[in-house]
């Protein structure tokens, strides 16, 4: 990881993640990067279709542009800039399905004793993180479900000429932190 001299932190991210890029650059269809959207939304779709899991509220953190996070607000509000994922959402009217669905968006500091200040969201049935941030076990329940979604062993990643940094973790490293949590 020679490129950084500071682990990119969310303040980098404030100033740098390009959203625009990165759907570019990872959601809009190079054969690999569309096996393994495709392969993520497979998991979660088995996840969440065998009716094991119920619950109110579903917290995805870290979630920046992508559709399997439900997330972007200008998107929700149909905003003329907002991103387009109509060729990646098939039927036609799951667009509109996911907009009904997803209830608020807010702004996020993993980092803060409450990520969502000053707003106070209460403890959720469900986390979901992507590609993004680890840890998130103070914003679930007690025997709520945590979906972690990721890449072992990457160090970086690049969206457009911009670098990012990632912890380069293996299988025995998040099995080990999950089990300190006692998940
Ligand atoms: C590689 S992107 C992953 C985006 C998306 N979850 C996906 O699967 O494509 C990393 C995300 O982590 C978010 N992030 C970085 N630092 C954060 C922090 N301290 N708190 C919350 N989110 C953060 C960034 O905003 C960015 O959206």
Redesign the pocket.
């Known amino acids: 990881m020679s490129e950084f001299t500071n682990f990119t ?2 303040e980098y ?1 404030e100033g740098h ?1 390009d959203s625009q890029a ?1 759907v570019k650059n ?2 809009s269809c190079p054969a690999e990067e569309k096996n393994f959207l495709a392969f993520v939304l497979r998991c979660l779709s088995r996840i969440f279709s065998a009716g094991e899991h119920k619950g109110k509220l579903l917290v ?7 559709i ?2 439900l ?1 972007i607000e200008k998107w929700l509000k149909s905003q003329k800039d907002g991103l387009d994922w109509k060729p990646m959402l098939h039927p036609s009217d799951l667009e509109a399905t996911l907009k009904q669905q997803a209830k608020k968006v807010l702004k ?4 803060l004793d409450n ?1 969502f200040y000053p707003h106070t969201l209460e403890p959720a049935d469900c986390v979901i ?5 680890h840890g998130l076990s103070k914003l679930m329940r007690p025997g709520g479900l945590l979906v972690m ?1 990721g890449v072992l062993g990457e160090s970086f ?1 690049k969206v457009d000429e911009q670098l ?1 940094s990632c912890l380069g973790l293996s299988r025995d490293n998040i099995e080990e932190a999950l089990s300190g949590l006692g998940l």
């Open positions: 932190e969310g991210y993640f990165y990872f959601y995805d953190v870290g979630n920046g542009p992508s399997h996070s997330e996020c500091d993993v980092r990520p993180t992507s590609l993004s941030l979604i990643y990012f």
